[in-house]
């Protein structure tokens, strides 16, 4: 599998876990064996990189990688999670680093996001706790989410470290880190950028967000061509990009295998600068079905 080499082994798809326990709270009627297995199944194909947030599920997701991890040398896995805007004050991000780490069982966390801007923490404040969690050994790294080229400027010039990762929105639909320079400024100052919600296409109207056959006759087309899945197209159209990685939620050994599969085969420059000018949905902010939001 692709890798970039930055004193990590890093691997262009990762695992999320959002919707694993849960939604914003935990859900009692959840396969939790499911999600542990398909963390652990993840693992063992390839994928280290497992990616979680304190809110996910209420902390639950966080236990749930706990589990699957346990009888895993920690070294085999990397293990990124994230603090919400509501916890950027100084004492709560170390507070909710702690409470993360205690979630997830492992001694220290690899990759540690701000999830969310705060519209009321000076990131000054922010930076001092992470700066702090750095130097406690408590977090490697740390990686920003939703975020635009001059929130990424700021974080740099306060952080002992250099920034390791932006998690934005980007994927055939949503174009905003594209349009912005973000993915081209990332790659200019060896930042990673990952791209979450890769392959699921939202958007307020959309027909289909799972793009299946006879949505967009454009992925139709290649999927025949290159004898894959539409799915395996949007996201190989994604990891043929320098510098960009992607991270995919699924409780599904067969999905799992379907997006690892993408390593097998390349678009043509041709078809891929067809489906980056002609995919026939575009939007410049990010989107959901239900509405439109802009980066920090």
């Not at 990124?80 to 966390?109: G, H, M, Q, W």
């Not at 174009?175 to 307020?204: D, V």
């Not at 996201?235 to 993408?262: C, M, P, R, T, Y």
């Amino acid at each position: 599998m692709n890798s970039i080499n930055n004193g990590y082994s890093y691997l262009k798809v990762c695992l999320g876990t959002w919707r694993m326990g849960g939604e914003i709270t935990p859900n009692p009627n959840n396969n939790d064996q499911k999600d542990i297995d398909a963390i652990r199944y993840a693992i063992n194909k390839g994928i280290s990189h497992i990616d979680t947030s304190e809110s996910y599920a209420g902390g639950k997701s966080e236990l749930l990688i706990g589990e699957a991890i346990k009888h895993i040398s920690r070294d085999k896995c990397f293990i990124a999670t994230k603090v919400r805007e509501y916890n950027l004050f100084y004492d709560n991000v170390i507070n909710s680093c702690k409470e993360s780490i205690k979630r997830l069982d492992t001694p220290y966390i690899d990759l540690y996001y701000i999830h969310k801007q705060s519209l009321i923490v000076p990131i000054e404040e922010t930076v001092g706790a992470l700066n702090k969690l750095l130097d406690m050994g408590l977090i490697k790294n740390v990686g920003l989410s939703n975020v635009g080229i001059d929130i990424i400027k700021k974080y740099s010039q306060l952080l002992n470290s250099p920034l390791y990762a932006i998690q934005n929105q980007y994927n055939l639909v949503c174009r905003e880190s594209q349009r912005k320079g973000i993915i081209y400024y990332c790659k200019r100052n060896g930042i990673h950028f990952i791209a979450w919600r890769p392959i699921l296409l939202s958007y307020p109207g959309v027909v289909d967000s799972y793009y299946r056959t006879g949505t967009y006759k454009i992925l139709d087309e290649m999927a025949t061509k290159y004898n894959k899945t539409n799915t395996q197209i949007a996201a190989k159209w994604l990891l043929q990009q320098d510098g960009v990685s992607i991270v995919f939620k699924s409780s599904n050994k067969k999905h799992i295998d379907e997006i690892l599969d993408v390593n097998k085969f390349k678009l043509s420059n041709r078809d891929w600068k067809r489906l980056n000018k002609e995919f026939p949905v575009q939007k410049e902010l990010g989107c959901t079905v239900d509405n439109y939001f802009e980066l920090s």
